[in-house]
């Protein structure tokens, strides 16, 4: 008697199944024609700042989310930190003599900065840092004043004003 009441449970989902799809290939309506609901009543108009419109007269109305999103995120962890006041701290240099004729000397250029040498097959790159951007450069290639005239395993040879310097992780 279990067995037949298996079957006939199984039968009856089985035409339920088939009813259903019928009704659905037929259309036979769906939930909202058969069973309508009631639409709430229009909320009383509070005057609000007059809506963006569209060319083509549509209204478009304010959301928030999309300015929101537009955003970058923020670092969490970035913390702004004040600048140093120029001259606070240091001492001042003794006023020149205004009888000396020497000409003040240029500084020389701060030289670049190796941060890592990397390479592909015969294809060598080095990545430079240098006034505060890192660069990848390959042979031949300037960073500031100087060229790249060489990339070794961990080193890299540059020439520039002040001659040709070697650059060493």
């Known amino acids: 008697m279990g067995r037949r009441r298996q079957i006939g449970i199984a039968v009856g989902l089985g035409i339920c199944g088939i009813a259903l799809s019928l009704w659905g ?3 036979g309506g769906t939930a909202a ?3 309508p609901e009631e639409q709430p009543a229009p909320a009383a108009a509070v005057p609000a700042e007059p809506a963006e419109e569209a060319p083509g007269g549509i209204v478009m109305k304010y ?3 999309k300015y929101i999103r537009t955003k970058p995120l923020q ?3 970035h913390v702004e930190m004040p600048l140093p006041e120029a001259g606070k701290g240091k001492a001042k240099a003794p006023p020149a003599d205004k009888g000396s004729a ?3 000397a240029a500084p020389a250029p701060a030289a670049p900065v190796l941060q890592g040498v990397f390479a592909l097959g015969s294809d060598r790159r080095a990545m430079v840092s240098f006034g505060g951007e890192t660069k990848t450069l390959c042979t ?3 960073v500031g004043t100087w060229t790249v005239t060489e990339i070794a395993e961990k ?3 540059l020439s520039g004003p002040a ?3 070697t650059l060493s992780l």
Do not use: K
């Open 63 to 65: 959301d928030a989310n």
């Open 33 to 35: 024609e058969l069973l």
């Open 75 to 77: 670092d969490p962890f």
């Open 140 to 142: 031949g290639e300037q």
């Open 155 to 157: 080193q890299i040879v």
């Open 102 to 104: 020497a000409p003040a």
């Open 163 to 165: 001659g040709e310097i």
């Open 25 to 27: 290939v037929f259309r």
